[in-house]
């Protein structure tokens, strides 16, 4: 009886001295997974994370060992795939909502804003109070102003301003609110918002954007020295930005642009003039008088599809609600050819 008790009670005593020696062990090895990623040894950090989820399949530390293996993924596609599994595997883990973020991020990267926007709403349902949620918010608005759902843009903008009074995203989003208003044909809330923007965050990374915007809502409400005191201003603090005052080689405040002042309404602006091309083809056959202008910002070219011209803005306001309610596409009201 003795011996078994004896037996027993060693057998106890190397359970828990093997237990002992593997929790070092797997520290160990995680310690050295963390110090090669601190050194920025990415395939031979890749090379330990994937020794490690071997050896220790049950680890506490795989959700954040494999999110390093996403994060390091060369292919796009795999990377993708990799995230959605942690997401699954580790629903409660932090790194499944680094992961839901990353997943919307690749999508808007990408261009895929209707898939970047679901992502988006999916991180708020899982994660309603993660690090991002603000991000988020923000980042469903932006994917409908992309898609150019201007009005659905703007009730985003306009809630996540009321949601989130003391965000440090506010100013990116009254930014944005302006840019949507800018585009849906508001030009007077445009310039209310810019100028107060302007006001209130002098001091905003983005400043130079703020004048540019407001430079395109001073051309476009024909106040021709405002726009070109705003440029001023914008050479003057920021000499490094575009030279706005020349566009294809010509003085954009020349007297010749502003002789016979009409409006048109602008249905479209595409970043490939191909695309542009379809849609000009499409409304020339529906007997609309349509045309193209390119024009480069922010070092890209873009081709934007006008209707036009118009001798007043009421004309051209007209237009708006036809191209909108006849042919769906949102229209806006611009300073002609």
Known sequence: MIKRIFLLLFLVFLFNLSLW????????????????????????????????????????????????LAESESDSYRALKQYERIIKDYPQSGFACLSQGRIARHYFTFGNFRQAKLAWQKYLKLFPQGEEAETA????????????????AIDSFEEFISLYPRSRLIPQARFNLA????????????????????????????????????????LEKGERDKSKKILDRLKEEFPQSLDLEKKKGKDIFSPENYQG???????????????????V?????????????????????FYRVRIGDFPDEEAAGV???KIETQENLPGMVVSGK
């Open 137 to 152: 918010f923000l980042s469903i608005g932006s994917c409908d102003y992309e898609e150019k759902r201007f009005n659905k």
């Open 21 to 68: 020696a593997s929790i070092p062990a797997e520290d160990d090895s995680y310690r050295n997974f963390k110090n090669l990623v601190k050194e920025n040894k990415i395939e031979t950090g890749r090379k330990s994370a994937q020794s490690f989820i071997k050896q220790y399949p049950d680890s506490d530390y795989l959700p954040e060992v494999k999110f390093f």
């Open 261 to 279: 002042k009409t409006y048109a309404v602008q249905v479209g602006a595409f970043s490939t003039k191909k695309r542009a091309e379809r849609l």
């Open 281 to 301: 083809a499409r409304l020339r056959r529906k007997g609309y008088q349509v045309y193209l202008v390119s024009a480069e910002k922010d070092g890209v070219t």
């Open 319 to 321: 237009m708006v609600e």
């Open 179 to 218: 840019s949507a208003y800018l585009n849906r044909g508001k030009i007077d809330q445009a310039e209310k918002e810019l100028e107060s923007l302007l006001k209130d965050y002098p001091r905003w990374e983005n400043k130079a954007g703020i004048y540019q915007s407001l430079s395109e809502v001073y």
